[in-house]
């Protein structure tokens, strides 16, 4: 398939998507560099912050272990195609982001059809073809050296702090447990974020 990761893994990879498209034809070449560059990190030894969550965050979940449920991979909602990885034991880091032309890619068809598939107005032959451009997309992304994908340099920001796992408290308005971090006091009760705002008049 034209990537050094086993088809197998790549198969796996797609059931877990739910499809195969260019985002995470991205997200499988990003794991490439991040598993030549760091290894693969089984516990959290690795930290990657995405940019973006869009398709490619979970190709890199899957693929370098760095998941948003262990906390090793923060999601920033920042519309970049960016992504900054981080080894806690020697510091070594990168940060690979598309190149311009290889996130807007696909050519003017390419993109007069994204357009009309973001607003739903794809008539059927449309999305046939708008399907195999993607899927021509998706191939050429993985046949791709990364050099001509993306630009490898250092993250902007260091690594982000370690996040223990912090005491819970009970909320006196829905008495649902809340991690006390996310908790506020108001009038001398305890309120989780979701009763703090259904509760307390904003000023
Ligand atoms: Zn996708
Ligand atoms: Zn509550």
Same mark, same amino acid.
């Given at each position: 398939m034209g990537s050094k990761i086993p088809e197998e893994k790549l198969k796996a990879l797609i059931a877990f998507h739910g499809h195969w498209c260019p985002g995470l034809a991205t997200g499988i070449k990003i794991s490439e560099v991040v598993l030549d560059e760091l290894g693969r990190t089984t516990d959290e030894e690795i930290v990657a912050v995405a940019e973006t969550d869009n398709c490619a965050v979970d190709a890199i979940q899957f693929l370098t272990g760095c998941t948003v449920g262990k906390g090793n991979m923060i999601v920033k909602d +920042?519309?970049?195609?960016a992504f900054s990885f981080y080894r806690?034991?020697?510091?070594k880091s990168l940060r690979i982001v598309s190149r311009p032309d290889a996130a807007r890619g696909g050519g003017e068809e390419y993109r007069t059809l994204q357009e009309k598939s973001n607003e739903g107005a794809l008539t059927p032959e449309e999305s046939e073809r708008f399907e195999a451009l993607r899927r021509e997309r998706s191939a050429r992304i993985l046949e791709s050296e990364p050099e001509s994908l993306f630009i490898i340099g250092?993250? +902007?920001?260091?690594a982000p702090p370690f996040a223990p796992m912090k005491r819970s408290v009970l909320c006196d308005a829905c008495g649902e447990s809340v991690m006390e971090t996310k908790a506020r006091l108001c009038d001398g009760r305890v309120l989780c974020l979701a009763c703090f705002e259904r509760l307390v008049p904003r000023p």
């Open positions: +920042l519309g970049k195609s806690r034991s020697d510091g250092e993250p +902007l920001v260091p």
